[in-house]
């Protein structure tokens, strides 16, 4: 779901909490590969982000992983999520303006970004999330 905030009332998204997708869903890092592709696949997700047990981050994976574990010819079945994924993730802060969450993914060249709380994940904005925000601000999909 995309929550809407006293800036996105007015049309305007403002922070990265306007536009974040909700509920977020996450894999664990002893996850197989073949789980967390099975589940992207069916829900849509081109990556998400890996979170322990106490519910820290700890990675994010997304399909280019996965391209380059079968590309290693590594079997999806065998292969955990904690030997694929990108360990060193970049975040924003839920307060973190729009316009800097789209400077760090140009930069970063990287597709999504955790949205933290309190050292908690609570959403994850993307590309899309973005540009959907530009092309009609009033559009909210409801979960």
Known sequence: MLHESPGASRGLATTARDIMNT???AASPNATAREVATYMLLG?????????????I????????LLRCLRRGDSLETT???DI???DVISVEAST?????MRILDVERIQRVPVMED???????SRP???RSAVNPQLMRVV
């Open 80 to 82: 955990h999520i904690r």
């Open 23 to 25: 509920p977020v869903v």
């Open 129 to 131: 999330e973005i540009v």
């Open 97 to 101: 303006p729009v316009e800097e969450v």
């Open 85 to 87: 994924m990108t360990r």
């Open 58 to 65: 700890v990675g994010v994976v997304t399909e280019l992983d």
């Open 44 to 56: 849509g997700f081109s990556g998400m982000p890996v979170m322990a047990k106490d519910g820290s």
């Open 119 to 125: 050292g908690r994940v609570i959403g994850v904005v």
